[in-house]
Structure formats: structure tokens, C-alpha cells
């Protein structure tokens, strides 16, 4: 499904040791954004149908109708001179917006 590097489990564990609410990182696809597809993520706890993807000890919750758009993809955490948060590296995605949030998805091969 996905792979979680070792900063973005380390980075998620100290956000949901601050925030206090959570047990992890839900993270979806929705229809918006400057490319047509976004991305979501926040702090929550796995929903029905969820996918749960952890490493060493931080846990991703990603609902089912997301999983297509998200196969193969590496959640990463970055912290330099354009910002810190958390990275997408999705090969089902064509192009990507300048901020990194939204992409358009790749052609599906029929």
C-alpha cells in the first residue's frame, strides 16, 4: 500500500504526543485542489473500513476509496528551507500542485 520513512513515523508520534487526540494520521484523496485530486490528513482514529498502515509504532489510517490513488506511495517528513510537514511521494500522480497538496492522478491503462 504505502510506505511510512522513519522521520515521518518519528514526526507523527511527536504530533499526536502534542495534540493529545488520535491515535494516528488518517489520510485520504477528495476531489479539489489546484490538480483536481488533494490530499487530506489530520490527526484521528481508524474509521470502518480503514486501512491501517503502521511503523515502528506510528500508525495510518486510510479509508478504502482512497487506497487506489495512494498505492505505492511514501509518506515522508520533511523540515528545510520551504517549510516542514509532512510529503507525498505518489507515483499515481502525472503532475503535482506548486504546495504539493493536490495532484492529477495518472492515466488508468483499460
Same mark, same amino acid.
Request: charged share 20%; aromatic share 4%.
Given at each position: 500500500?504505502?510506505? &511510512?520513512?522513519? *522521520?515521518a @513515523?518519528r514526526?507523527?508520534? =511527536?504530533?499526536i504526543?502534542?495534540?493529545?487526540?488520535? #491515535?494516528?494520521?488518517?489520510?485520504g484523496?477528495?476531489?479539489?485542489?489546484?490538480? /483536481?485530486l *488533494?490530499? &487530506?490528513?489530520?490527526t484521528g482514529?481508524?474509521?470502518g473500513? #480503514? &486501512?491501517?498502515?503502521? +511503523? @515502528?509504532?506510528?500508525?495510518?489510517?486510510?479509508? @478504502?476509496? !482512497? $487506497? @487506489? +490513488?495512494l498505492s505505492?506511495?511514501?509518506? #515522508?517528513?520533511? =523540515? /528545510?528551507? !520551504?517549510?516542514?510537514?509532512?510529503?507525498i511521494?505518489?507515483? *499515481?500522480?502525472?503532475? !503535482?500542485c506548486?504546495?504539493?497538496?493536490?495532484?492529477?492522478?495518472?492515466a &488508468? #491503462? $483499460?
Amino acid at each position: 500500500m504505502i510506505t &511510512i520513512t522513519d *522521520q515521518a @513515523a518519528r514526526a507523527l508520534l =511527536d504530533l499526536i504526543a502534542a495534540k493529545g487526540t488520535g #491515535d494516528g494520521l488518517r489520510l485520504g484523496v477528495e476531489k479539489g485542489g489546484c490538480a /483536481g485530486l *488533494q490530499y &487530506i490528513m489530520e490527526t484521528g482514529s481508524p474509521r470502518g473500513g #480503514d &486501512i491501517t498502515i503502521e +511503523h @515502528a509504532g506510528a500508525k495510518v489510517f486510510i479509508d @478504502a476509496e !482512497s $487506497t @487506489a +490513488h495512494l498505492s505505492g506511495s511514501v509518506l #515522508d517528513y520533511e =523540515d /528545510g528551507l !520551504s517549510g516542514a510537514g509532512f510529503r507525498i511521494r505518489n507515483p *499515481q500522480a502525472s503532475r !503535482s500542485c506548486g504546495c504539493g497538496t493536490s495532484f492529477e492522478p495518472a492515466a &488508468i #491503462d $483499460t
